[in-house]
């Protein structure tokens, strides 16, 4: 099977680049950076720290967004988005892990879930730049998300804590029986 090349395309510019390159290019967009100008004009702009965060699918790499986060936004809000966003299908259990810590959204509330902590917490109390964690949803059939913080910096306050900057473009994924862009997939097929 030919090994397709994971591209995505910038919010900002509308430009296709590569998973591994669209880091890179974020860092540089000179539209990106225009806005972000554009938006300090204003004498009296309220500034935050956000995030620059990658999320991708576990053992999916193929799938990834890149999203920029308010730091003061809690793992609650970005379960909640995650699930808006990827995931929600029937209100399952959810969970992050970051530095051998589990935050959950019911943390204790189930008896073998006596170690988790809540997810009422600020990210910029638990990550930082270079740092990986782990997302499960649904934990009787699994979906694991792979997190990274790519970088913290200054921006404007938006109203939106979240915002998704980058992401993969739907891959082409061939039929087994005519070879034509699929249009029904197997979830357990696809591991």
């Excluded at 806005?35 to 999916?60: C, D, N, S, W």
């Excluded at 929600?88 to 019911?106: M, N, P, Q």
């Excluded at 997302?135 to 979906?143: L, N, V």
Aim: some cysteine.
């Amino acid at each position: 099977m030919t090994r397709q090349t994971s591209k995505g395309m910038c919010t900002f510019c509308h430009s296709e680049f590569s998973k591994s390159g669209m880091t890179r290019h974020l860092g540089s967009c000179e539209q990106r950076a225009a806005m972000q100008a554009e938006a300090e004009i204003p004498q009296k702009v309220q500034k935050t720290r956000a995030f620059h965060l990658v999320v991708e699918g576990y053992r999916l790499p193929m799938y990834w967004m890149h999203l920029e986060v308010s730091a003061g936004t809690t793992l609650a809000m970005l379960d909640h988005f995650l699930r808006g966003t990827w995931l929600e299908c029937c209100g399952h259990l959810s969970a992050f892990t970051i530095g051998g810590v589990r935050y959950s959204v019911d943390a204790a509330l189930y008896e073998w879930d006596t170690d988790s902590k809540n997810m009422q917490v600020p990210l910029d109390k638990v990550l930082n730049p270079g740092q990986t964690c782990s997302y499960e949803y649904d934990f009787g059939s699994t979906t694991e998300l792979a997190l990274k913080v790519i970088s913290e910096r200054e921006v404007v306050a938006k109203k939106k804590a979240i915002e998704i900057i980058a992401r993969n473009t739907l891959p082409m994924v061939p039929c087994d029986v005519c070879g034509k862009p699929a249009t029904h997939f197997c979830n357990q097929c696809l591991y």
